[in-house]
């Protein structure tokens, strides 16, 4: 187990908004993954965070250094509870949290800037989530390339439908050619948009 950064935040935006489906709703923390999906999309971080035993020591907060089995907590919560601010520039670990008072319906999450500290309680939603690891595809992908994440969310954005279904069509001529996204619904047939691949892979 290592301390949570804002990839937390991140995987909580990937899980369901029906509260309906608690387990959907909900994020899976495991000692070295957290997990969400709203069965349409998944997202699975494998965790960066800082060691445990670099974190300062929090009067009343037992840390999780090790969690028995993986746990689902509310997303809906943790949008709302958890924020990650990484204003400490000289102390960089104390911009992360961890979790603590593992219990056996409830679960914590605390941070500290060192003068005060915050601790926010979680109930454990009761459930299983879907064995994702099964639907993920094996082998060797038939294509690949390399993207700039952020040119890519703005290129797709140009094509949200006012149908509502936002399909797009997405051709790949070559992982050094340019890939091409069209549109597929009345009112953005009319839209095509090229996004230049990266060549050579950054920080792999």
């Known amino acids: ?6 990839d937390l935040l991140i995987a909580a935006k990937f899980a369901s908004k029906n509260q309906s489906r608690p387990v959907l709703a909900s994020v ?5 993954k957290i997990v969400a999906t709203d069965s349409y999309r998944l997202i699975e971080i ?15 907060v037992e840390t999780v250094k090790e969690l028995a089995n993986p746990i ?10 958890i924020k990650f601010d990484g204003k400490n520039k ?18 914590c999450i605390s941070k500290t800037d060192l003068e005060t500290a915050t601790t926010i309680q979680f ?12 639907i993920l595809p094996q082998g060797e992908p038939i294509a690949e390339t390399y993207m700039n994440a952020e040119l890519l969310a703005e290129v797709l954005e140009a094509f949200k439908s ?23 619904l009345p ?17 792999k």
Do not use: R
């Open 1 to 6: 187990m290592k301390t949570l950064n804002k």
């Open 28 to 32: 899976l923390i495991s000692n070295d």
């Open 46 to 60: 494998t965790q960066n965070g800082l060691e445990l035993a670099d974190f300062p020591n929090i009067d009343g």
């Open 72 to 81: 689902l907590i509310s997303a809906k919560d943790v949008l709302n509870k």
């Open 90 to 107: 000289h102390l960089p670990i104390l911009n992360d949290q961890v979790l603590c008072n593992d219990k056996e319906k409830t679960i």
């Open 123 to 134: 109930k454990k939603i009761d459930g299983e989530f879907p064995k994702y690891e099964q």
């Open 162 to 184: 006012d149908h509502g279904a936002n399909h797009v069509k997405i051709q790949f001529f070559g992982d050094k050619k340019p890939l091409i996204i069209k549109g597929d």
């Open 187 to 203: 009112d953005t047939l009319n839209k095509t948009a090229l996004i230049m691949p990266l060549i050579m892979p950054i920080n």
